[in-house]
Nanobody, 124 residues
């Protein structure tokens, strides 16, 4: 089992930045691909970004590409999401997820473990 805990959410004005972090514990000796998803009010949970096990490959949703950056520190078992140029449409609960097998990391069903989420609110 792997436990994921997100942090770094909060309230920010449009145009501002936030940095989310996700700390993994448990069976972290196995390398996992990591992803971030978000769920806005009344919306389905959607893919935001993902990073491969080594960190050598990253993937982004079109809506955040160029504004968000995903990174990982395997020594510390953490993954981060730097979010810049935030706008009200980015308001959502952000979830960290871990996948222990190869797959399409854009899809929710590629992931085996999920965090509880952290709220990000962007005011206009």
């Amino acid at each position: 089992q792997v436990q994921l805990v997100e942090s770094g959410g909060g309230l920010v004005q449009a145009g501002g930045s936030l940095r989310l972090s996700c700390a993994a514990s448990g069976r972290t000796k196995s390398r996992y691909a990591m992803g971030w998803f978000r769920q806005g009010p009344g919306k389905e949970r959607e893919f935001v970004a993902a990073i491969s096990r080594s960190g050598g490959s990253t993937y982004y949703a079109d809506s955040v590409n160029g504004r968000f950056t995903i990174s990982r520190d395997n020594a510390k078992n953490t993954v981060s999401l730097q979010m810049n140029s935030l706008n009200p449409e980015d308001t959502a609960v952000y979830y960290c997820a871990a996948a222990n097998r190869y797959g399409n990391y854009v899809r929710r069903d590629a992931y085996d473990y999920w965090g509880q989420g952290t709220q990000v609110t962007v005011s206009s």
